[in-house]
């Protein structure tokens, strides 16, 4: 079946960095647009970061310059460098792989905290 497994979240201190990985499985991984969405407490899950099948990539501006996207389909796994992290950079990061409206699976998500 298909799975997004999300990892490497945890807690930062500001100005900090982290590498989430997101691996995948049960679907042909290198034909999907992936993202990374965030979910802070009280606010509407965001779309931070594509990248398409061949490797374009888009940022929201408020990670543009900080964050950076990437994939390796030989490993079926997505990343998301993040530096200079930012106490607002603190949510539930999440996973999408994306091909259709009905194509389109989500992980469970990883925790961010970015506090001193």
């Known amino acids: 079946q298909v799975q997004l497994v999300e990892s490497g979240g945890g807690l930062v201190q500001p100005g900090g960095s982290l590498r989430l990985a997101c691996a995948a499985s049960g679907f042909t991984f290198s034909r999907y647009t992936m993202n990374w969405y965030r979910q802070a407490p009280g606010k509407e899950r965001e779309l931070v970061a594509t990248?398409?099948?061949?490797?374009?990539?888009n940022y929201a501006d408020s990670v543009k310059g900080r964050f950076t996207i990437s994939r390796d389909n030989a490993k079926n796994t997505m990343y998301l460098q993040m530096n200079s992290l930012k106490p607002e950079d603190t949510a539930v990061y999440y996973c999408?792989?994306?091909?259709?409206?009905?194509?389109?699976?989500w992980g469970q998500g990883t925790q961010v905290t970015v506090s001193s």
């Open positions: 999408s792989a994306w091909r259709t409206t009905v194509l389109h699976y």
């Open positions: 990248i398409t099948t061949s490797s374009s990539t």
